[in-house]
Structures are given as C-alpha cells and as structure tokens.
C-alpha cells in the first residue's frame, strides 16, 4: 500500500535562509566586485532558487560518521584536590577491547581529540560545552588494542602555545618544580604521565608541542614522521604540519603506543600515503644499535646553552660505544627553520583552525561537523575570550592576506620541503 502513496513535497525549515539582494551588495563591495543595475537581483533569484536548494539537498541527506564502539559514560570535571598540577581537563573511564598490546596500560588523551560523548574545550572557553559525537580514529585503535582512557589531559588555548599557561582552567604545573612551566601545548599529557597517573598519553605537535613538554617534564615523548598517525576527529591546527604522537614514562611503551596508532586510516585522512607500512616498534628495542646512523646536526646546536650541547654530545658519545656511527651533520636551511615554520603556523593555522573552523578545506577526507559548528558558532559569540596568542596570529594574519596575498605561506612551503630534501 505504502508503495502507490504519492509522493507529496512537504514543507521543511530551511537549512539556508535565502540573502537579499542588500547581503548580496554587502558582499560585492568587500571584495571588490561591480555589478550593472539589475544584474544583483537577477543573481539573487538564481541563489534562491537554485543554489540554496543543493545546500538543502546536502543538509538533507545522512553523511557517514566514525564508529563508537566501546561503552562510556561522561565522567566528571574534578576538583583542584582530585587534578594534580592541573593535569586534567576532565576525567572518565573508558574500557577498550578484553585482550591487546595495551591491555593493563591506561591512557591520557589531549584534549583536542574527540572522544565521544566525553566533554571537550581544546584549552579554550569558546569550545566550552562541547561534546563529541564520534571518537577520533586513535581513540578507537588504542581501545581496540586493549587500553583502557582514563581522562582528557590540559592543553594551551586551542593548542596554539608552548608554554603551559594559556589553558582557560589554568596551567598545567611542572611537577618537579609548580612555579615553573612545564612546556606545551600538550602540557597535561607530559605532567599525568610524570605524576605516574598514566602509562601513557596522546599527544598531538605542529612546532614542538609533544617534544617541549616532554622533554621539560622528564619524560618520553616522540613526533612521528607526518602523515603516520592519523589524525581523524580532531582539532587541526594545519595539516601540512599536524601530528599526533605517543608520550610515555619509557621508551617501550612510547613505541608500543605507536605501533596502535600508527597506520593508514582508509582515505579519512590526506596526510597520509596509500602505502603505509607499519612495524612492530618494539622490536627495534633490542640493545643493538650496532651500525645505525646517527646524525648530530651543526646547526641545531646554534643559540643552545653549553651544558644542553655537553649533554647531548655526552649521549650521542654513549650511542657510539655502543656500536652506533655518529656523524655531525648539516642542513643550512635548519638556521631559518622558525622563520620558515612562521608563515605556514601563522596564515596557515588562520585558514585551517579559524575560518577553517579546526578542519580546513580543500580535501578529501573526513569532516568532524559537530565540531566544526561548534568552532563557527564559539568564534562568532564568544571570540572576546581567545587567548592572546590566538588574537595576536589572528590579526597578523589576516593583515598579511589582505596587504600582500599568500605569497609568504607559499615561499615557506617551498623552503620547508628543500629543507626536508635535505634530510
């Protein structure tokens, strides 16, 4: 019977509410653009009637999401008395898979990361109240691999910092010494693990956010080469230079954690290669390091301090009693290295996690919506709240696109990868 029903069209609220012809005006003259009497309205009509019909068609259809797999509740915010150093954004209880290479290992996740129906604020009030409704990609392997989450950990505002006080709920102390940082952006992550809260941890680095705080902390901490891990379901900062990576108390459980979430995530994202291999990390961890190549580069050691150069000149002595051929090395570029990382943080950051609302654009991949929305709608209501970094790269930014174009954002792409040639 259901089957001769006609089909009758029905009345649904608009996904778009149609621009008149002043919006489209406003438009025309902020970019520039001159139009004939009557050619606005004309266009007008033709937005409205048929371009706002496609978006509704898209809004209306079902778009795949990730899976959630594992039961959870929400957990809880704790109190300053149950978060050390104020490592903690907020704290849950997430069993994964009976059996795996993490089974018995407990995890601190960044908060950058979604995890679904856990909270979720990035470091910053205008993300506040933000619940994912899927889980990032390393979340469900390091379930599926036996692990068992037990919170999200602080990061600076919108990890957009190195340092450990920009978070909006406070900074994430150093555990060895409260009145000094403890390094960032994924500052909770490297002091949990110090405070022997977890065994291992998350973290994510566009310009030293797992190396600073782990190596300020005393831990373990590892930027994977790009595209290894991926980075599905989470806030980007700028693809071209996000990565997520393991943090852990010693160097075994740092490459089991990347062995769970090292791998190709099936096309969701375009930072990684159709042909990526994975091995078993653990396995290198033998002691033998007889004949590995291990380059000291000269112009690392610019600006640093004489007991940092004699400390890593000491270990790279060791490495070779032990069998290794240590050789000093040169990559000129590296001197530029933070002028060069400027242009693509700064105006790529801007287009990715600002306007870009913490996905970007231009690719094929997956698009973690309800976060985007909740980026959009934070960034227009409450943008008074962004940390001062955040406004300072903002500005900057956005002077540099309207007074000089992309130009710089494309020459330091260009010098990124001679530099990475070199290597």
Known sequence: MAENQEKVDVYKVPTIHEPSVKDLASIAQNNGLHFRDGELEELQGYISQTLVRRYQTVNDLIAPTLPVRYPRTPGYRPEPEDNLCNAWYWKCDIKGAAEGILKGKTVGVKDNKCVAGVPMMNGSRVMEGFVPDIDATVITKVLDAGGRIIGKTNCEHLCYGGTSWTNDTGPA???????????????????????????????????GSIRSPA???????????????????????????????????????????????????????????????????????????????????????????????????????TLGKAGAVVEDVSIPLHTHGIAIWQPIMTNGAYRCMFTGNGVGHHYKGYYAESM????????????????????????????????????????????????????
């Open 173 to 207: 102390l150093n555990p060895h010494d409260k009145f000094r940082v403890s390094g960032g952006s994924s500052s909770g992550c490297a002091v949990a693990v110090c405070n022997g809260e977890v065994h291992v941890a998350i973290g994510a680095d566009q310009g």
């Open 372 to 423: 985007m929305t909740k980026l959009s709608q934070g960034y227009k209501m409450d943008a008074r709240h962004l940390s001062e970094p955040v406004k300072s790269a903002v500005l900057f930014a956005e002077y540099i696109e309207k007074n000089y174009g992309n130009r710089f954002y494309g020459r330091a792409q260009k010098l990124e990868y001679e530099t990475n040639a070199s290597l």
């Open 215 to 317: 190596s300020w902390c005393g831990v373990v901490g590892l930027k994977p080469t790009w595209g290894l891990v991926p980075y599905t379901g989470a806030v980007a900062m700028e693809i071209t230079i996000d990565h997520f990576g393991p943090m852990a108390r010693n160097a075994y459980d740092c490459a089991l954690l990347l062995e769970v979430m090292a791998g190709y995530d099936d096309g969701l994202d375009p930072r990684q290669p159709r042909d990526l291999q994975v091995p078993e990390y653990t396995d290198y961890l033998d002691g033998n390091i007889e004949g590995w190549k291990i380059g000291l580069l000269s112009e690392g050691f610019t600006g640093c301090d004489d007991d940092v150069q004699a400390v890593v000149r000491g270990a790279a002595e």
